[in-house]
């Protein structure tokens, strides 16, 4: 059910109010979709399509127009306009003749699947001939699918780039899911988009800080406890103690938390230092008494990444040791591993994990945080997101329509109905025209006349998303194959969910 106190006929773009009075004359269906379009050389090739179903239960489902909102609305835009543009009659027809649902029905592809760049991903229409102009009022909601889907791709990437290293320097994928920790909650601009970003990084991982994400995972698609966390320091519980009492602080956290993991951030006076004298001396026999499920995390929280977490690894090796893993790589005791949270992006990751092995470290001693590169540092372009009227009908009778503008090629237009398929060699492509064939659409009915059809839960989601044996490989050049990405021909990766 939609919520009670939100007004669903304030949730659009203003001109929107206006258009119904715009559309030519008889028209009675407007069919809109939404994609990321394809760029050329993109930095993101395929997208993950995530976040739809919680709109549509927040926001859409149910009866969403009353005579007080449609009176409100009134009331609102003619003191915004300082003219009478909004459609009173139109609404309250929405109201009577169908107690205030939306009659109109969304296709989409199924949350959490793998779609290369420049695919429809859901489709809009009315179902009800009076009410075509109800298909691109719900446009500007529709649009924000932009952010859960591209913090879900890019997690998915960091993924991608944590699992190449990992196998390569491991020789398996165990504990991928937890090497990518959301630090993000405090670096975001609201508690929605906390929640939402935070939930579309929980479809590719398990590790989150993130109580939002956890809990919009939890009310919207079933999962009780999508992500975990650990005990860990920040810096107010440390230079409390004050800097002569820097050892005290981190024995004082060994002390409270003797089992489990613990994570404690140990840079706010010298990180090189507190890992020489303190963690690897004074405290050392404490740190060695902690076991394999008791591990102590070291979080460096400032300098170059790359360089500072180098020389950390180097320094905990001289003091504690390492061995060697079954594929040759240098691994830390069980006891002792380290989190790089500050400043990692999909650059730096790359870099530092590239720098790791060429000193012979396997990826099993690192965890990484990430917050404003996961969450914030993206905008509706990231992945080209837009949603465009693709066919009319008018008196009955259908018309493909498109955009082709002289000035930009990249953002012309879909025509017709649309369906998405996988062709006879395993590409995903799109069916323009209406010639699609129902039997392989693999675009599903959520939602229909403020009914929702499907319920996915976190874990069907998870699995859409599982990386493929093609997601670990090396990186290939050749953009023109990339860009076929059949799905198909990937063979899933065991145990990553």
């Given amino acids: 059910m939609a919520a009670q106190d939100f007004n669903f006929l304030l949730a659009t773009d203003s001109y929107k109010v206006t258009h119904y009075k715009q559309y030519p004359p008889n028209v009675n269906k407007i069919y809109s979709y939404f994609e990321c379009r394809r760029r050329k050389d993109p930095q993101f090739q395929e997208v993950v399509f995530f976040g739809l179903q919680y709109l549509l239960k927040k926001y859409l489902a149910g009866p969403v127009i009353t005579e007080e909102k449609i ?33 109109i029905r969304i296709k989409a592809v199924p949350e959490g699947k793998i779609i290369p760049r420049g695919n429809v991903l859901f489709t809009v229409e009315n179902t009800d001939p009076d009410f075509f102009w109800l298909t691109n009022y719900v446009e500007t909601m529709l649009v924000q699918m932009w952010y859960p889907i591209t913090v879900a791709t890019v997690s998915r990437e960091f993924k991608k780039i944590l699992a190449k290293h990992l196998k390569a320097t491991s020789g ?66 440390i230079i409390s103690w004050g800097r002569s009492r820097e050892k005290e602080a981190y024995e004082s956290l060994l002390d409270q ?78 006891y002792l591993r380290i989190i790089q949270g500050d400043g990692i992006d999909l650059k730096s990751i790359e870099e530092i994990l590239e720098r790791l092995s060429d000193e012979g470290w396997s ?36 018309m493909d329509v498109y955009k082709q503008p002289v000035t930009d090629p990249s953002k012309g237009s879909k025509r017709g109905r649309l369906s998405l398929r996988k062709n006879s060699d395993g590409f995903i492509e799109t069916v323009e025209r209406g010639v699609g064939k129902p039997e392989e659409d693999m675009l599903v009915t959520v939602f229909e006349n403020g009914t929702i059809l499907q319920d996915y839960t976190l874990e069907e989601i998870r699995k859409n998303a599982r990386l493929t044996e093609d997601d670990i490989a090396p990186p290939q050049h050749n953009h023109d194959e990339l860009n076929g990405l059949g799905l198909h021909h990937k063979h899933i990766m065991n145990g990553v969910h």
């Fill in 71 to 103: 009176q409100e609305a009134k009331q609102f835009f003619q003191m915004h306009f300082k003219q009478k543009v909004f459609d009173e009659d139109g609404w309250r027809r929405v109201l009577e003749k169908y107690d205030g649902r939306l009659p």
């Fill in 257 to 334: 938390f003797p089992t489990g993991p613990l994570a404690v951030v140990s840079d706010s006076y010298d990180i090189f230092k507190a890992c020489k004298h303190i963690w690897g001396d004074k405290l050392k026999e404490r740190v060695m008494e902690r076991s394999e499920d008791s591990t102590l995390v070291i979080r460096p929280d400032s300098g170059d990444p790359a360089e500072t977490l180098l020389e950390v690894i180097k320094i905990l090796e001289e003091r504690f040791g390492c061995s060697l893993n079954p594929v040759g790589y240098k691994v830390l005791p069980s």
């Fill in 172 to 237: 398996s994928l165990e504990g991928l899911d937890f090497k990518l920790h959301d630090f993000g909650y405090r670096g975001v601009s609201s508690q929605e988009s906390a929640a939402l970003g935070g939930a579309a990084h929980l479809v590719n991982f398990c590790s989150t800080d993130t109580v939002a994400g956890l809990l919009m995972a939890q009310r919207y698609y079933g999962c009780p406890m999508a992500g975990f966390s650990i005990p860990a320091a920040e810096h107010s519980t």
């Fill in 363 to 398: 990826v099993e001693n690192v965890f990484f945080g990430c917050g404003s590169a996961l969450l914030q540092k993206l905008n509706r372009d990231t992945l080209n997101c837009a949603f465009k009227c693709s066919y009319v009908e008018s008196n009955g009778k259908g």
